[in-house]
């Protein structure tokens, strides 16, 4: 609750994430906002416009390098990372414009999603996807 009430002060989420890469304090409330959350957006992550989170920022996990394209919609738990098992190609997910991702999907690994997807509750992406896909 308290990080809601800071955050508002500062501009909104993205505008302090922003400012996290360059300022400790932002970065500092930027995590604790995330914390109160149970969230993990990397601030090396980048966003074309902000995405909606329906449900709000809870329980999401977007890694360092993920790029998500234009009017994305991301429910809760979901999970955009890369894969850093051994023997797995590293790299990060790109993800496309006008995507619905729902909740408790997993985006694993240096693949590319499409625009106009719908990935489908708890499924679990490991490669490429194309356009106008339903998953």
């Given at each position: 609750?308290?990080?809601?009430?800071?955050?508002?002060?500062?501009?909104?989420?993205?505008?302090?994430?922003?400012?996290?890469?360059?300022?400790?304090?932002?970065?500092?409330?930027y995590?604790?906002?995330?914390?109160?959350?149970?969230?993990?957006?990397?601030?090396?992550?980048?966003?074309?416009?902000?995405?909606?989170?329906?449900?709000?920022?809870?329980?999401?996990?977007?890694?360092?390098?993920?790029?998500?394209?234009?009017?994305?919609?991301?429910?809760?738990?979901?999970?955009?990372?890369s894969?850093?098992l051994?023997?797995?190609?590293?790299?990060?997910?790109?993800?496309?414009?006008?995507?619905?991702?729902?909740?408790?999907?997993?985006?694993?690994?240096?693949?590319?999603?499409?625009?106009?997807?719908?990935?489908?509750?708890?499924?679990?992406?490991?490669?490429?996807?194309?356009?106008?896909?339903?998953?």
């Open positions: 609750m308290f990080a809601r009430i800071l955050i508002r002060c500062f501009g909104g989420i993205w505008h302090v994430k922003k400012k996290a890469k360059s300022n400790s304090f932002y970065k500092f409330i995590n604790y906002y995330q914390f109160e959350h149970g969230s993990s957006i990397s601030i090396d992550s980048s966003f074309t416009n902000e995405p909606l989170f329906p449900r709000g920022m809870k329980q999401i996990v977007i890694g360092k390098g993920v790029k998500v394209g234009e009017n994305c919609v991301i429910y809760q738990q979901v999970t955009i990372d894969a850093l051994p023997n797995n190609i590293k790299g990060s997910p790109q993800i496309g414009n006008n995507c619905y991702i729902y909740p408790g999907a997993k985006i694993i690994g240096n693949i590319t999603i499409g625009d106009n997807v719908i990935i489908t509750p708890n499924a679990v992406i490991q490669e490429d996807i194309p356009d106008n896909s339903n998953v």
